[in-house]
């Protein structure tokens, strides 16, 4: 069992940086890929990063060269620095984990936080 808790978010104007965390619980933390997935009013939730327990990671085009996820096993700690920021940037920010590898898919993921919202102003 995992259980995630993700903070950070805020209120930003547009060109700033935020940095998120999602500190989690339980033993398996080291084994299990972490993703930070996004969702905006009215629009589907999307994946914006992810990281496999071998460190290995993943980004949707819209993000590549802005944010950076990491992780911090021993501490059983996921970042997501998101450099950069754009209004379209603007969403709860998830953090989500599952055991196995990279996925995109967030039906696939056991585990999930409650959010944490990001704003960007223009």
């Known amino acids: 069992q995992v259980h995630l808790v993700e903070s950070g978010g805020g209120l930003v104007q547009a060109g700033g940086s935020l940095r998120l965390s999602c500190v989690a619980s339980?033993?398996?933390?080291?084994?299990?890929?972490v993703g930070w997935f996004r969702q905006a009013p009215g629009k589907q939730r999307e994946l914006v990063a992810a990281?496999?327990?071998?460190?290995?990671?993943n980004y949707v085009d819209s993000v590549k060269g802005r944010f950076t996820i990491s992780r911090d096993n021993a501490k059983k700690l996921v970042y997501l620095q998101m450099n950069s920021l754009k209004p379209e940037d603007a969403a709860i920010y998830y953090c989500a984990a599952r055991r196995g590898g990279y996925v995109d898919d967030g039906a696939r993921y056991d585990y999930w936080g409650q959010g944490t919202q990001v704003t960007v102003s223009s």
């Open positions: 990281i496999t327990s071998g460190g290995s990671t």
């Open positions: 339980g033993r398996t933390f080291s084994t299990v890929a």
